[in-house]
Each structure stands twice: as structure tokens, then as C-alpha cells.
């Protein structure tokens, strides 16, 4: 069994680490400061343009895409390490090199299943980095870690679809270079297949109908990265007909599509995040005293360290076996795997983000340390992509198959 990585990844992840020393980190403080001085929450600091120009120059541009045609062409397993690295400043690492959800997902949604001229119109500025887009599917009013219970309609009427319904954590929609969603809605609400009743369709934001009610906070974080959060009403919108994803009654088999991507993606981020807290951990143990003595040499401290180190071990080898599994099985033959790290991952990450919060005293609640962010953020992917008791249930029931 090779641990090692192949020549390809070893090259992005020097030249990655590179860029993060030299322009991301340096950057976080200055993103903040210019933030504070925007007209909108939402529009784009200097420096973010800025880093993705040098981004695009240095090849680390559209990492996550494995389709070479479109992407960088990387396996799940090349990948992994270099979203790993970005998760160490997930607010900006994954922005400036256009590796930032909901527009990943997005991405892939329109390469494995839109046609020629929805590639043209949406996928390729996405691609380059010119426009942003929304993925709207969880509903305020039903229980959407069942996605069988949506109740947007998406109705024909000829040559068009009307869309009607309420979406609310909308992540993008708030974005000014937000140009499109991808919403999901039933067009047979009433057929016998409960996972045929759903559709995906393309709803460009400046739509008739299309209203932005307001914004989202997470924990009191606003998420202006990754464009916020919104409550989206959709009142008889109505779009081309040629604006459907794939066929009637194929949304629910996308959603699965888009989500064990996004799934993998967020656990190899939320390493990072745990990559950062310990580091973070070990500067402030080192460097500050309490009681007469250094916490770094409080057995407290020792075990919190520790067992942060070995916990980030173990998800990192079960997040690298899930990658190769899809690349080498597909992700239906990786989804105990893959339901796994989503249940694993961000609880022991929150608990890893705690005990550097504690650490950190007051300073760890704060805007001086990206802690507080990190830990909203890490607490939030225990919900979304399907909450942990949803994974659990299907895992259980898998593992209870093989015994009935």
C-alpha cells in the first residue's frame, strides 16, 4: 500500500503552499479592512480580484474539476490534499481559485448533465471565473434533510416553466455577480415514484418573479465569501422550457450526483480547518503563560494537542480511502465510505475548533483569530449536504442488511 503522492499532486500542493504563504494569508486581514469600507456587504474586496488574477497565472485554477476538458483533470485523490490546504483559510483560499461551493457544484451539475447551449451560456463564465450562481433546494417550510418534500412547483405551460415556490440558506444568491440558479422543484407532484417527481431547472436571477427577501446568518456570520445565504421567493417565474436540466423527473438522481462530490470536498476542507486550529493551538501554548508555567506545559493542554493530532490523522487516511474508492468504484461503490467521513468529520473537527477556542480564551471568540468563523462554519456541515442523522440511518440500515 503507497501513501505517497503522485508527481502531479506533489508539484500543485508545493506551489499551492507557496501561494497560500505568500498571498492568501497575508491577505485574510486585508480582505477584512477593505470589506469594511464596501457600499454592500456583498461586492468583492480589491484583494480578492487580485488574488484570483495571480491564481489563474500560477495554474491553480479549477482544481476540482475532473473533467480535463473543463478542469485541471485531477482524480478525488489528487484533489484531496490541495482542498485540504485551502481549508486552512476556507473563506478565501477556495474564492480565489474559483474552487468554491455552491458554484462547484454548479460546475459539475452543467458538465455531467446540461447540453451544448446551457454549457455555453452558464458553464463556461463560470469557469472563468466572470459570473457566480446559487443552488436552491432547501425549503423553509418542510423537512428538507428529506428531499422528497419539496414543494416548489416547476409547472409547463408550453414553451416555458413556471416556478413557484419559497427557498431559504440559498448560498450565492446575495453575490452581485450572482447570474443563476439552479433550482429544484417537482414537476409531477403527484406521480408513484416519490424520487422521480423532481426536476432541476436554470432560473437566472434577474428574472420576473425571482425576489430576494432577505439574508441568512450562520451563527451571526454573514458568509460574504461565498455570497451569503438567502430566502429566495420564486412567484410564477417563468423560464424557457430548453432551461431544464436533463430530463423530467431526473432532479432527485442530480441531486445524489452533485452532492457526493460536494460531500467529499467539504471533509477534506474541514481537515484544513483542523490543520489550522492545532497550529493555532501550538502558538498559543507556546507563547503564553498562566499559573507560573507555560500552557504548553499543562497536561490539559498536552491531551487536547494529542488527541487533535490523532483524530486528524485517522479522518485524513478515511477521506483518502473514500477518494480512491470513487475514483476507482464510483461513488455508489464508495457511499458507506463517503456517508462515513460526512458523519465523522465535522463532529470531530467542532470538538478539535473547541478545544483551540478554549485555548485561545477570549481572543478565541473573537474577530482577531479565525477560530470563531471556522467553528460556525465546521458546526453548520454537521446539517448541510444532509444532516448527520440522515447518514447515520442510511448506514446503519446498510450494515443491518447484511444480518436480516
Partial sequence: MDFAFDA???????????????????????????????ASPWETPVVVEELKTEARRQGLWNLFLPDSEYGAGLTNLQY??????????????????????????????????????????????????????????TEPDVASSDATNITTHIERDGDEYVVTGRKWYISGALHPDCKIFIVMGKTDPEGSDIRRQQSMILVPRDTPGVTIKRAM???????????????VIFDHARVPASN?????????????????????????????????????????????????????????????????????????????????????????????????????????????????????????VSQDFPLAELYAGARTLMIADGPDEVHQRSLARRELKRYV
Fill in 80 to 137: 484531496a490534499p490541495l482542498a485540504e490546504i485551502m481549508g486552512r483559510s476556507p473563506q478565501l483560499a477556495p474564492t480565489v481559485t474559483n474552487c468554491a461551493a455552491p458554484d462547484t457544484g454548479n460546475m459539475e451539475v452543467l458538465t455531467q448533465f446540461g447540453d451544448e447551449q446551457q454549457r455555453k451560456q452558464w458553464l463556461e463564465p463560470l469557469l472563468a471565473g466572470e459570473i457566480r450562481s446559487a443552488f436552491a433546494m
Fill in 217 to 231: 446568518q450562520v451563527f451571526g456570520y454573514e458568509d460574504h465569501y461565498h455570497g451569503g445565504h438567502a430566502e
Fill in 244 to 364: 431544464l436540466i436533463g430530463e423530467e423527473g431526473g432532479g432527485f438522481a442530480i441531486a445524489q450526483a452533485r452532492l457526493g462530490p460536494g460531500r467529499i470536498h467539504h471533509c477534506m476542507r474541514l481537515i484544513g480547518m483542523a490543520e489550522r486550529a492545532i497550529e493555532l493551538m501550538c502558538r498559543r501554548a507556546v507563547s503564553r503563560t498562566a499559573f507560573g508555567k507555560a500552557l504548553a506545559q499543562q497536561g490539559v493542554v498536552h491531551n487536547w494537542i494529542a488527541d487533535a493530532r490523532v483524530t486528524v490523522e485517522q479522518l485524513r487516511l478515511l477521506v483518502l480511502k473514500t477518494a480512491w474508492l470513487m475514483d476507482t468504484v464510483g461513488n455508489r461503490g464508495a457511499h458507506t465510505e463517503i456517508q462515513s467521513i460526512k458523519i465523522a468529520t465535522p463532529r470531530a473537527v467542532v470538538d478539535i475548533l473547541d478545544r483551540a477556542i478554549q485555548l485561545h480564551g477570549a481572543g478565541g
Fill in 8 to 38: 502531479r499532486t506533489e508539484e500543485l500542493r508545493g506551489k499551492l503552499l507557496a501561494f497560500m504563504d505568500e498571498y492568501v494569508y497575508p491577505a485574510e486581514a486585508v480582505a477584512h479592512e477593505q470589506r469594511a469600507l464596501l
